[in-house]
Structures are given as structure tokens and as C-alpha cells.
């Protein structure tokens, strides 16, 4: 579970001093969010997510796609053709999504699946399958408002559970998303709220009996309460629900964590969002760490733009300056599950915790 998204970290002097050939492994994680429809000659979009699971900067990194033959890969960010393409240094925690749009030639293959490779001087760090026309993959279907009880009292398709624990090196976020009656998503969301094909790092398997109100995950027991919270492997968890597309907000909400060793050898980060009701809104955020030889602070300018709540329950934030910035979204449950909180009780934004800190 991500602990922070873009905090700084400190690299202690005894691990620099360890031999090249012992170094650890950098930790990367990729995943490549699948398409249900077969493959035409009409290019469809996907979305590859690298992760720095670690804590410190790497850069470095190449992003590479393997396909079948027939199939005509366009990544973006790469050279026209090219089917590579280097990353941006990513600090600890972040990011990068990189689109991928797939179509065939008039042999190509209408299902299959693609390899997704991450390396770093030559040397695979991660991998991941991108699966094509095979059902179940692509964005879940667009839903507005709390989510509604299935038909199947068994089934837990759509209900999307969030916490956090504290702990000395920052704060642990944790994400529960049953994306079908067999499994759930245990990873942040991200910019799209994914899907499960079959069980893997990401999607668990998972049982419930509405009866007898008992449920597994992954083999082990958890508990689904009567006030819509959830007991799994020793962490608690609140049920979220989506707003309706088109909602405009009213607020300022805070994300902050920290990283590294606090408070000796610390960094910490904190976002502040505006959101106005006319739909605009302003960003500011401020970067700082401790250390035993200097303390420093970060801070760049504010930024501005429109906000969207979409359908397909994601936040787009576009700023003034062209980016774009997507997440998912959702914001606390009543206790009954028939309303939503209002968001500064509570707002995640692809798996980050924004809360309403003022006095």
C-alpha cells in the first residue's frame, strides 16, 4: 500500500556504503489495466501505471512494450513507431501513467495479451500482462452516488472500503475495491478504478455469505460491520461512496504524510486543494525534510484550474497550464449507506486521504 505519493526520502549514509554488487533491487511496480473489447483496427486506449514502491529518487527508468505480431502498438511519449520510451525520475512513492493505444492490422490477432517490461541500465525490474479482448478488463461501468446493494446478497461488486494506520515512517494507506463477486483490488486505484480478470499481487480472491455475514479474503477472515466498516488482517477500513458527475464542492482539503526515519532523518510533503463552487480550483503544496546536517523546504508555485467530476467516478483536474491530473474519487458513507459525508470529512483521490484540517 502506498504510504506517500510524492514525499522526499533520505538515503542513510550506511546503506551508500554497502558493496555495488550486494545493492538491493529497486522497488518498481507496473500494472497494465486490461481491455475487454477485441482488438479492430480503431485504436483503444489503455492506461500503464509505474510505481516507485521504494522510498528514494530513481531515475533512470525504461518503459517497454512486447507485442504479438498484427498488433500495432502507439505509446505515448515515445518515437513515432518506437515501442519504448524513458520515464521521468520518479521520488518515492510517485507515479507515472503512460496511455497505450493497441489496434491490429487485417491478420492481427482480436484477443491476446501483451508484455509490459520496466528496466533500468539493461536490467528488468518489473512486468506486467496487458490482456486484449478477453472480457472483464477496461474502466468499471460508470456509477454516481452511494454505491447500491447488487441483487446477490453475496456479492460485493462496487463497494469500495478505505483506512489508515500511523506508523514512525509515515502514514500506510489501504485500499479494498470489489471489482467482481470472486475478487477484490488491494492496491491504489489510481486514475481509474481497475478491474480483475483473475487473482494476482493486485486482485484477491474473496468469498461472502450474506447470512451468516462471513467473509474471506485471500484465505483470510475479515469483518464486514453493521455501521459499514471493515476489520481485514489488522486494519480498519470506512466504506466510500461515489459522487454524482457534474458535483461542485465548496472546500479546502489537506493530504499530508512523511517518510524516512521521523523525526531524524524525515521528509514531508502536503497538498492543499481549493475547490469552488463556480468549478475551479487551486493547488499548493510544500515539500520539507530534517536531516543531521541541513533541513530544507520546497515550496513552488501555486496552480490553478477547472475541476470535473466525472461518470465514470474520476476526478479531472485541469490546470491553466494544459496538464491534466486524474483520479479516482469518493468520499465517506452515512453510517445507513444512503448518503454521502460531506468532503471534508473525508475525500480520496486515487487511494490519497484529503481531509478538511482547519480550526
Request: overall charge positive; hydrophobic content about 40%.
Amino acid at each position: 500500500m502506498r504510504a506517500v505519493r510524492w514525499g522526499l526520502s533520505i538515503v542513510l549514509a550506511a546503506a551508500a556504503a554497502a558493496p555495488a554488487t550486494a545493492a538491493a533491487k529497486p522497488a518498481v511496480r507496473v500494472t497494465a489495466q486490461p481491455l475487454a473489447a477485441t482488438l479492430t483496427a480503431r485504436a483503444a486506449k489503455t492506461t500503464i501505471v509505474v510505481r516507485n514502491a521504494g522510498r528514494g529518487r530513481l531515475a533512470g527508468l525504461t518503459l517497454s512494450v512486447t507485442a504479438p505480431k498484427g498488433v500495432k502498438v502507439a505509446l505515448a511519449g515515445a518515437r513515432r513507431g518506437a515501442r519504448s520510451r524513458a520515464l521521468p525520475p520518479l521520488k518515492g512513492g510517485r507515479a507515472a501513467r503512460v496511455t497505450v493505444a493497441l489496434s491490429r492490422t487485417a491478420r492481427g490477432p482480436a484477443r491476446g495479451r501483451l508484455t509490459v517490461k520496466v528496466t533500468r541500465r539493461g536490467r528488468a525490474l518489473a512486468s506486467a500482462r496487458l490482456a486484449f479482448g478477453r472480457g472483464g478488463g477496461g474502466r468499471s461501468p460508470a456509477r454516481t452516488g452511494p454505491a447500491q446493494p447488487p441483487v446477490d446478497p453475496n456479492d460485493l461488486t462496487g463497494r469500495y472500503f478505505w483506512g489508515s494506520t500511523y506508523t514512525l515512517g509515515g502514514i500506510l494507506q489501504h485500499t479494498l475495491y470489489f471489482t467482481s463477486k470472486q475478487f477484490v483490488w488491494v492496491d491504489d486505484t489510481d486514475s481509474v478504478w481497475p478491474t480483475c480478470a483473475a487473482a494476482s499481487e493486485q486482485c484477491k480472491p474473496y468469498s461472502y455469505d450474506a447470512a451468516t455475514n462471513t467473509l474471506t479474503i485471500d484465505g483470510r477472515p475479515a469483518t464486514l460491520k453493521a455501521d459499514r466498516s471493515l476489520e481485514y488482517d489488522g486494519d480498519s477500513y470506512a466504506e466510500f461512496g461515489y459522487p454524482a458527475a457534474g458535483t461542485r464542492w465548496d472546500t479546502y482539503v489537506t493530504y499530508s504524510n512523511s517518510s524516512g526515519i521521523c523525526p531524524l532523518y524525515c521528509s514531508y510533503y502536503t497538498e492543499n486543494l481549493a475547490f469552488r463552487p463556480d468549478g475551479t480550483f487551486v493547488r499548493d503544496a510544500v515539500s520539507s525534510g530534517t536531516g543531521p546536517i541541513v533541513d530544507w523546504a520546497a515550496v513552488p508555485p501555486d496552480s490553478k484550474g477547472t475541476y470535473e467530476v466525472r461518470a465514470d467516478r474520476t476526478l479531472r483536474l485541469a490546470f491553466a497550464d494544459g496538464r491534466e491530473r486524474i483520479e479516482t474519487v469518493a468520499l465517506y458513507l452515512t453510517d445507513d449507506g444512503r448518503a454521502l459525508r460531506p468532503v471534508g470529512d473525508g475525500l480520496v483521490l486515487g487511494g490519497d486521504g484529503y481531509f478538511d484540517i482547519r480550526d
